[in-house]
């Protein structure tokens, strides 16, 4: 394990999104490259290994982190341990719920609804200098798909940016943990096939703006772009890893 980045996966995209584009996890494998450097776990169906790794990346899911299924519970377990050991630890929309709430903080529902497409990050003053943020402006565009939020920090976290929707976008919990509610993992063209699949399970009153004048799916797909510079999220939390190794 020396050396790998764990990619915990917590869940699977809806069918039309991995019929054309692949599981989860080729998201970030086609973004991170690097056979070989990332081993792929599914929390909801494989043994989760012994916490030690160069790092951990924990994707996002379909499920709510107080749901109270079991393998949430291992997974909880898990990080807590990975934390005592010091692995660097990223959480991606529930993976960044999932860690709030293994910590003591506190995971709900959103009252303003499911925040869905391409929306402006604004980085926190304080959080400028974050490494999670090296490289990038103070605003800049992000993928969302969520229904549940963070409401409360862990003790001792920061947070790190927020957006219109929702001020919990980004926290940072000591210097090993941080997790964001975007997905700096996801491209365009995984968003579109979301939008399609979302609008269509779910009812319009889910989402935060059901503007009465335009279909939400209309609305939604015609402001998806592409939000390159969030990627760098991904990119600098590994590149830290790499620094790291290096002085080792």
């Not at 929306?119 to 999670?132: C, I, K, Q, S």
């Not at 409401?151 to 940072?172: D, M, T």
């Not at 399970?201 to 989402?207: A, H, R």
């Amino acid at each position: 394990m020396k050396g790998q980045i764990l990619i915990l996966k917590a869940g699977e995209l809806p069918r039309r999104v991995t019929d054309r584009h692949g599981p989860y996890e080729r998201a970030f494998l086609s973004l991170l490259g690097e056979k070989g450097r990332f081993v792929v776990v599914d929390a909801q169906k494989d043994s989760l290994p012994e916490p030690m790794w160069a790092g951990i990346i924990v994707s996002g899911s379909a499920s709510s982190t107080y749901g109270g299924e079991m393998w949430i519970r291992r997974s909880e377990e898990f990080l807590r341990k990975a934390a005592d050991r010091e692995v660097p630890i990223y959480g991606i929309c529930f993976g960044h719920q999932l860690l709030a709430q293994a910590f003591g903080g506190k995971v709900e529902k959103c009252p303003r609804g499911w925040e869905l497409g391409t929306v402006p990050f604004l980085v926190d003053p304080e959080a400028r200098d974050d490494p999670l943020f090296a490289g990038l402006p103070e605003e800049f565009e992000v993928q969302q798909s969520h229904g549940d939020i963070v409401s409360e920090l862990p003790v001792g976290a920061v947070c790190l940016g927020s957006s219109s929707h929702w001020p919990i976008q980004a926290f940072r919990l000591g210097d090993k943990i941080c997790g964001t509610q975007f997905h700096p993992e996801f491209t365009r063209a995984i968003m579109e096939d979301l939008v399609h699949s979302l609008t269509t399970i779910l009812p319009p009153e889910t989402f935060s703006d059901n503007s009465a004048d335009r279909p939400v799916k209309e609305r939604i797909l015609s402001g998806l772009r592409e939000s390159l510079q969030s990627r760098n999220c991904l990119w600098n939390f590994v590149n830290q890893i790499s620094r790291r190794e290096s002085r080792c």
